[in-house]
């Protein structure tokens, strides 16, 4: 009988330390998911690529972000920029012609410069090439319907087969409904993304756009792994570097989502500067890697 109580005991008991493994193995991720911080290349103090460089590792910065336009001339100033260097190309930035939803010639500009980006941005061990589907102000532009839906993903799913082959993947960037209206969510890009079915089809999220959703947490969360490649941030009132804009400047829900998931992209700066680049950037980098400990 006591044998038999002990047995039930221990069944009961079972579900709970499954639990308990869990969150153990949620705690452990979470606590060794690094924060990779990158610089888009305007950012850093520097008069050239070398000395922003040299600035970015005395800051422990480990990632590059550039922009698309002409980097096909770029490649080897590039690549022999980052040997030797504790910084890895991250993200492409843009940088094409045209636009993927437009109804005139702007299409077969975009489908050239953009395949042309793409094919640098592998070759320089790029995560991706950053891009909008098309702003609200571009025309002409398909119309908002069903029909361009279908279209967009069946032209991303190309192109992401393409981004593949070249190494490398496309990356929807949400904006916010003042720049593109239909896209403003990380989860609308992370829907479009999934419709688009290609592994070459990736997402973003960024902290200054993301003020229109209502849970930083929920919007990376939406996107996982599966799509989540990029992250950019600025401050949260203004644009500028984060921390210039005070309490506004809480990015802890955001970044709880990114450890949890285990994200092992970057966090890029995309912002101005308000004050002195060469105190605030410092302690722009501080902050977050203190945001980053206490999510
Ligand atoms: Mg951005």
């Not at 975009?110 to 950053?130: P, Q």
């Not at 009132?237 to 949890?260: I, S, T, V």
């Amino acid at each position: 009988m006591a044998g038999a109580v002990a047995v039930a005991a221990a069944a009961a008991l079972a579900p709970a330390n499954m639990l308990a493994s869990r969150a153990l193995k949620a705690k452990e991720k979470k606590s060794a998911t690094p924060l990779n911080l990158c610089f888009q290349e305007g950012i850093a103090t520097g008069a050239t690529l070398e000395e922003k460089l040299d600035y970015m590792e005395s800051l422990g910065i480990t990632g590059l972000e550039v922009s698309g336009r002409g980097l096909a001339g770029r490649v080897d100033e590039i690549k022999s920029a980052l040997k030797g260097r504790n910084i890895r190309m991250a993200a492409i930035c843009a940088g094409f012609g045209g636009f993927i939803l437009a109804e005139d010639e702007q299409k077969d500009k975009f489908d050239r410069t953009m395949r042309e980006i793409v094919e640098a941005a592998g070759k320089i061990g790029s995560c991706g090439v950053i891009m909008v589907p098309a702003f609200n102000w571009q025309s002409p532009c398909r119309p908002h319907t069903m029909d361009t839906r279908n279209y967009l993903c069946e032209q991303l799913h190309e192109l992401g087969e393409f981004a593949v082959q070249c190494g490398t993947t496309v990356i929807l960037e949400p904006l916010n409904r003042k720049e593109c209206f239909y896209m403003r969510l990380v989860s609308d890009a992370a829907a479009i993304a999934r419709d688009a079915d290609s592994k070459g089809v990736k997402v973003m999220g960024d902290f200054w756009h993301m003020q229109e959703e209502t849970s930083d947490y929920a919007a990376f969360m939406s996107a996982g792994t599966e799509y989540l490649q990029h992250v950019h941030i600025a401050s949260r009132g203004r644009r500028k570097m984060p921390g210039e804009d005070g309490e506004k400047d809480n990015y802890r829900d955001g970044f709880r989502a990114l450890k949890e998931l285990g994200y092992q992209g970057f966090v890029s700066f995309e912002c101005g500067c308000a004050g002195d680049r060469a105190t605030v950037l410092p302690a722009a980098v501080e902050l977050l890697r203190k945001q980053w400990e206490e999510a």
